[in-house]
DNA sequence: GTCTTCTATGTAACCGTTTACAATGCGAGG
DNA sequence: CCTCGCATTGTAAACGGTTACATAGAAGAC
């Protein structure tokens, strides 16, 4: 109907001209409404209504200087503790206004380093790390781009840099100490590489001194370090049942691996825990409906998602925030463990 | 020990300042290196990387046009099927250099039009978009400001949209058959909310015709709606067991509900498959290794989640991607499905 | 030596916002 | 009637890149 020769393009400046107002106002309608007088900023709606108008968050961005997205870097998405975490983040964030560009390393410090520097290309207002990062010139290059960040699942030695993760040697040793309670003394344990994921490396540890302080040497033939899948908990737990004489109970450092572990001494037929006893890690929710009930010990990995993510945009908008974190872990003590047979 | 007055800022003209060039050198040697000669060349990128200097996507996006971001809108990350798919999708857009902004609509249609409408605002190069949308402005409004996507997880009724699914309806379909032609005729049904979930819909519409089809009536005190937690599984199978005549088998549309139903099932002092058979829907790695393992549907998550980001990048290349692309499911016949006992 | 072509680089307009500052109009106080 | 202050709106300069076009040499053909 209208005979315009030019339809109005999606920028601030063609609702502008159909709106018969400034830049300045429509960009004040979209950005401080109640300083435009309602009559005049009725009219820029209408015009923003019909034309599906939506303002461009890029140039916005490097106008205003703010981006409203927060950068999150996991190692996998698909093991379900990690999706937790993410997931709280994500809920806060994506409420508080803010979006989330995820990154996934794969456990590779290389490939995180180069996809962290992706993120600062993106100008995203702050970062989620997850874990130890290897990487030496992140830190650098974060400062240098004064991009804010907050670290999970790891409380970094510089106590400069925000932290929120719980005490994974402390919590290796909770699980040690509840199996060694029990009167075992012959111990598997399945975990992460310890090479390549510091949590890992904590719990082996704690196994290791768990063990020292009770007298009994560590027979690094009980010791499998695995990925985080059912098959590599089953796999591993295979060989330690066949390296005799046979342990009486495994420490899996992760519930998956702890459920393909069960299935593996099932598989043998022996039974859990008549014959052996398992205890896993993280209490996935899993944990309370497998066969039998896992004990394990619980992460919160949601809080961990929450507090991070709220510290997070605390650094953002300019607040200051004091150094580490510590949550609290506990055992959970089910039917997967029990005195040791006599 | 340099005695300028400023240091030279984190901007292509600060970098092209110091490396004495033109800002459109400095933009050659990290967008198209071979045009510029290599002298020059060695120049600037020490420059570059003397200062840490990080382009910035915000203000390239604003003159190329393009943000190398795509955006994927899932209901949930914490159910491991989404889990998969999505990191598919991640895998594939990191590699290609695309960065992935992640949107969780917890099932909520509103919240996902919201949600939707910050991707736009941010001006992501496509999207994936999960299940139906119920909002009929939505694609209006993709289509108005030029942003293409595709479809995961359903066919839609428009041919024009391209998308990457499989039958629910036929999964439904195989998996009532296989516990039909064991012999069972009273079954219990534990699927999502058929009112907010598609895709619940489609395989509880299977139900009931694979039913009818055989002369039975379908008994809506055996159908129930619930949440993708174990939980929920659990807690519909105890309301099942307890509706006489005890049904035989239970379909759970959804591996996770199928785990808790086997739980409550073995809390009922049933034995899984003796007394009572239980089919599940995904094939989730824990299938494998729940105790009795889990009989079945299997469903390519992790390969829609690739296909789905293929086209959708090859459509952002601008090349023409045709309608939609159905993938194969699999009956996988495990141990908690027996003959109806005699 | 001149004309052409090619390579390497510089100049400056433009992408779509925000925002400091200026300008306008109007009512009130004196 | 003049001056001031306030509410409302407009003007134009950033923000930090990309890129079409112009320019300057150098090399090659004649």
Redesign the interface.
């Known amino acids: 109907m209208a005979s315009d020769s030019k339809p109005p393009p999606?920028t601030i400046r063609g609702i502008a001209k159909a709106a018969g107002v400034s830049t300045a106002t429509v960009s004040r309608v979209i950005n401080a409404p109640n300083t435009v007088k309602p009559s005049t900023r009725e009219a820029v709606l209408k015009v923003i209504n019909e034309?599906?108008y939506?303002?461009?968050?890029?140039?916005r961005?490097?106008a205003g200087g703010r981006?409203k997205?927060i950068g999150v870097a996991i190692p996998?998405?698909?093991n379900?503790i990690y999706?937790?975490s993410?997931?709280a983040i994500?809920?806060l964030c994506?409420t508080a206004g803010y979006?989330?560009?995820?990154?996934?390393s794969d456990f590779d410090p290389v490939r995180e380093r180069e996809?962290i520097?992706?993120?600062?290309?993106?100008?995203v207002d702050g970062i989620i790390l997850t874990g130890a990062d290897h990487d030496p010139g992140l830190h650098?290059?974060l400062e240098?781009?004064n991009i804010p960040y907050v670290v999970t699942w790891r409380v970094e030695a510089e106590a400069a840099v925000p932290c929120v993760a719980f005490d994974n040697y402390a919590a290796g040793r909770l699980a040690m100490d509840h199996l060694l309670d029990l009167g075992h003394r012959r111990i598997g344990l399945i975990c992460g590489e310890s090479g390549v994921n510091d949590r890992a490396l904590q719990r082996r540890k704690a196994y290791c001194d768990a063990l020292a302080d009770r007298g009994i040497a560590v027979d690094t033939a009980l010791i499998h370090e695995r990925a985080f899948?059912?098959?590599d908990g089953?796999e591993a737990a295979g060989a330690i049942l066949s390296t005799p004489p046979r342990a009486s109970a495994i420490f899996a450092a992760n519930d998956?691996q702890a459920?393909?572990a069960?299935?593996a001494c099932?598989g043998a037929g022996l039974s859990v825990p008549g014959d052996i006893s398992i205890i896993g890690f993280d209490d996935l929710?899993?944990a309370?409906?497998?066969?039998p009930r896992l004990t394990t010990v619980r992460v919160p990995a949601a809080d961990m998602g929450r507090i991070a993510a709220e510290r997070l945009l605390a650094l953002v908008d300019g607040k200051p925030v004091e150094g580490s974190h510590i949550l609290p872990v506990d055992l959970i003590v089910r039917d997967s463990t029990a005195p040791i047979p006599t």
């Open positions: 999606q034309n599906d939506i303002n461009d968050g890029m140039a961005a490097l981006t997205t996998t998405i698909t379900s999706a937790s993410t997931q994500q809920r994506q979006a989330v560009i995820l990154v996934v996809l520097r992706r993120l600062v290309e993106r100008r650098r290059v240098r781009h899948e059912f098959a089953y998956i459920v393909g069960m299935a099932r929710p899993i309370q409906f497998s066969a």
